[in-house]
């Protein structure tokens, strides 16, 4: 009995230790969600954000003050420490909006800190003091130790949270709202007002670019990706001229020299030259591309970081997910609510004053103040006789008079009783009037009083508040194209063995460590691999090479003898997709079937092979010529074409062949700035292997490169963009601004170096490209004046210029004025994708 009494009150006592436990992680859990790591949607801010700039508000005379005395003061109100608030503080600072500030604050770009606190000094801004504090339209709440009063929440009159961006870990649950820009949500703000749809995407102070196409509003599941901007000094020197939001010079540069390390890219010095503003100069490696290295950069270092919003505030006590756009409605009804109470009290306000400054000229005016002369027994008859005497008058009134109303009449001075006096009443009895009706208008036209509110911000406050962040589309970077060879591959091909490890082996080729590698062996099995240290394909290896996928150029020639019959087959095919690891037979699948002959051919050429039959054979020609050029191009599972059913006892290699493809097509995509052969963007034409591209760009120059599709182009600096002819003549007009004439010539290419470029107009300040083609027979139209005294004038360039050298001056062609234009009387001449057929019908 005793001993099941004890059992029982154990179990108990467990039982409410473990209740207790349950019930303080959840006060625990709710207290840090509520009271420090999540911002409110009222106003935006965290709790010690709030308490410092309540306490800011109570020390501003409009003065700096020691950041260190801010945070004594904050701490009447807020129960942590001083390194919290200090630090909540800084950040604030940094973000330059709410608060001025005076000394050392740190950079977020650098990431260095700000001085001690006793060093630097804050105060309240402008902006902060007009959106953030009205004590008529506080709530207000005890302070931790209940000595003092702290507001719930600021009256926010704008959309802080979103301005500033959140960020906080609470338990089970963290916050992420990235910040926008000021002048775009003042320009939301009034279109949700106005009933247009507005968008709103994220702006940092450190610049860079963002692409917000999966931003999903800054809802849990969005993501944003965030590049530097990355110019091309000369070839061999790259300048990084910003950071990505959340990551400094610092951090970018130590991720730099990492993916170095790694040999993901080769550079051979980074040098941080940040001062006033952001500049990283990475000079490169010989010999190495500063395009590609511009992707790998992207790829493999800091240079573009992906972020993924979580917008979670505060509303009604609890947490809760919203949008940016629901964040910014909430907002602007919040503010649209507090104009209304502000206008509310203010008109109170008026009509209190008016009502007073009314019962004064009356008893000033109708001489009632002489009551005050007269003979009362008590002090209370006084007044009585006072309010008696406005009898008369209580409907000029527009409320009753009250016993306060008549002592503060009676504590007024008599020289109130001077006409001037009287005339000074009526003067601010009308302006009040006055006043009153604008209140009121506003209060009936309230929408268009919030607007006009906004629209007081953003010009106000607006200067100096644009965008900073540019927001593109960015393109995707495939880590295997960019990556730059790191590893030494070798092969032992009569045990079928492959790996970066196999050093007493044969020398492959050097690879990067993200690269696939595809194999073949004489059994006719295929394989795609990983790059490892030491990787199992099969015995007697033929063919290795790195793998390349979506590779539809790459043309493999096999013959092989089918292991049951003995007939013998002939394939070409091509391998653009497979699954890693897993083994493909390239035969019909029989056990003893062979490879006779393969070659792997990068444009698709289709060599000559001489077969030679067994001489045990019953076949009547025992040695003839095979041509790969009358196979088609199937895939890898086709069984191929008889090549003889006889015994074949070898194939050699006789005669190389051309490329059975046509030309590579190839498209100029503008928005990225990037080739493509995925049909995007401006088609360019079909091109061969050794054929080249010219570039004109808008200052002058022109470049003739190959159709490496790594390369990056500024678009807005091309003028054409077009397959690269030596034949072809380049008519072009330009301004010499030193003449004050505008100078036309017509040239040939004569450059043979790629991807340099060279000035094809005079060299001096001020001069500029004005129209440039390659159409054979060239019209200029020559536009001037304006209105009714426009004039138009055709030329036709081939019939009175020589062609001449790239570097001559040229002619003139007429004299420099304003208000001429010059374009060409012709279209140029686009190439035509016969694949896409006649795109008008004709």
């Known amino acids: 009995m005793a001993k099941s009494k004890i059992a029982d009150d154990f179990h108990e006592n467990v039982s409410g230790v473990t209740g207790q436990y349950k019930s303080w992680f959840l006060d625990y859990a709710s207290y840090v969600i509520l009271e420090r790591a999540v911002p409110a949607v009222e106003d935006g801010l965290k709790p010690v954000q709030r308490r410092i700039l309540h306490a800011m508000k109570e020390m501003d005379d409009g003065r700096f003050n020691k950041v260190a005395n801010i945070i004594g003061q904050s701490m009447q109100y807020h129960p942590h420490g001083d390194a919290s608030i200090g630090e909540a503080l800084v950040n604030m600072g940094q973000k330059d909006l709410l608060i001025e500030t005076q000394g050392n604050w740190g950079d977020v770009r650098t990431g260095d800190d700000a ?5 630097i000094e804050a105060r309240l801004s402008k902006f902060a003091l007009e959106i953030a504090f009205n004590a008529k339209t506080t709530e207000w709440q005890l302070s931790y130790d209940g000595r003092k009063n702290e507001p719930v929440t600021l009256p926010m009159k704008f959309p802080l949270l979103l301005a500033h961006g959140a960020e ?94 790694q040999g993901k890219i080769k550079v051979k010095k980074v040098t941080d030259n940040t001062a006033a503003e952001v500049e990283i100069q990475v000079d490169l490696a010989p010999g190495i591309s500063p395009d590609i290295t511009i992707d790998a950069l992207y790829a493999f270092t800091d240079c573009e970081v992906s972020i993924s919003p979580n917008a979670c505030v505060i509303t009604d006590q609890k947490p809760q997910f919203l949008g940016v756009r629901e964040l910014l409605t909430l907002s602007v009804d919040k503010t649209k609510d507090l104009l209304k109470r502000e206008l509310e009290i203010k008109l109170a306000e008026l009509q209190e004053k008016w009502h007073f400054t009314s019962l004064e000229k009356i008893f000033f005016e109708e001489k009632i103040y002489k009551e005050l002369e007269k003979k009362h027994e008590t002090w209370e008859k006084v007044l009585s006789a006072i309010a008696k005497a406005f009898e008369p008058f209580r409907k000029q009134l527009k409320k009753d008079i009250s016993r306060e109303d008549i002592v503060k009449l009676t504590e007024k001075p008599v020289r109130r009783i001077y006409k001037l006096d009287i005339d000074e009443l009526n003067a601010q009895i009308k302006g009040l009037e006055a006043e009153i009706r604008q209140v009121r208008h506003d209060l009936n036209n309230l929408v268009d009083f919030t607007i006009a509110y906004y629209e007081n911000l953003l010009k106000k406050y607006g200067k100096g508040r644009e965008r900073k962040t540019e927001i593109r589309l960015f393109e995707a970077i495939q880590a295997q194209q960019v990556a730059i060879a790191n590893v030494k591959l070798y092969v032992n091909k009569a045990e079928g063995f492959i790996g970066t490890g196999l050093k007493k082996d044969e020398f492959v080729a050097d690879c990067s460590d993200l690269d696939d590698i595809i194999a073949f062996t004489k059994a006719g099995k295929m394989k795609v691999v990983k790059v490892a240290d030491k990787a199992f394909i099969g015995k007697d290896i033929i063919h290795i090479a790195v793998f390349r996928k979506n590779d539809e150029r790459t043309t493999y020639n096999m013959i092989y003898v089918d292991g049951k019959t003995a007939i013998s087959y002939a394939k070409r095919f091509n391998v653009t997709g497979v699954t890693r690891d897993k083994e493909y037979d390239l035969t019909k699948g029989e056990e003893k079937s062979r490879v006779h002959y393969f070659s792997a051919n990068p444009n698709g050429e289709a060599e000559v092979v001489k077969i030679l039959l067994s001489p045990n054979s019953p076949a009547r020609i025992k040695e003839f010529d095979f041509y790969f050029e009358s196979l088609e191009i199937k895939g890898r599972s086709s069984l191929g074409n008889q090549v003889s059913k006889y015994a074949i006892k070898s ?32 088609y360019l034409g079909s091109f061969e292997t050794e054929e080249r591209l010219l570039v ?72 500029r490209l004005e129209a440039v083609t390659t159409h054979p027979e060239p019209v200029a139209v020559i536009k001037s004046g304006r209105g009714a005294q426009a004039k138009s004038q055709k030329i036709k360039i081939a019939g009175f210029v020589e062609v001449m050298g790239w570097k001559a001056v040229g002619s003139k062609l007429f004299d420099f004025s304003k208000s001429v234009e010059v374009e060409w009387g012709q279209k140029p001449e686009k190439p035509k994708d016969d694949s896409q057929g006649d795109l008008f019908g004709e």
Request: glycine share 8%.
């Open 696 to 767: 004109i760009y808008n200052d002058g120059s022109y470049e003739i490169t190959d159709t490496e599709l790594t390369q990056r182009f500024d678009a807005d600096k091309i003028i054409t963009m077009e397959k690269f002819d030596p034949e072809r003549i380049i008519t072009a007009i330009y301004l010499d601004n030193e003449k004050l004439q505008f100078n036309v010539k017509r040239f040939k290419i004569e450059t043979t170096t790629l991807h340099n470029k060279f000035l094809f107009i005079k060299e001096g300040e001020g001069n």
């Open 168 to 261: 906080g870990i609470a338990v089970g649950l963290a916050t992420k709202i990235l910040p926008h820009n000021f002048c775009e949500l003042c320009d939301a703000a009034v279109k949700y007002l106005r009933g247009k749809k507005f968008e709103l995407y994220p702006d940092f102070q450190t610049g860079g670019m963002i692409d917000t196409t999966n931003y999903n509003d800054g809802k849990r599941g969005g993501k944003v990706r965030v590049r530097t901007r990355i110019e091309e000094s000369d070839k061999k020197t790259l300048l990084i001229k910003d950071v990505p939001y959340g990551v400094t010079t610092t951090t970018l540069i130590d991720s730099i020299i990492k993916a170095n390390d």
């Open 115 to 119: 001085a001690a606190s006793r060093y």
């Open 651 to 682: 194939v050699k290699f006789k005669e190389a062949g051309k490329s059975t493809l046509s030309g590579r097509k190839i498209w100029f995509d503008a928005t990225f700035g990037r080739l493509n052969t995925e049909s995007k963007g401006e």
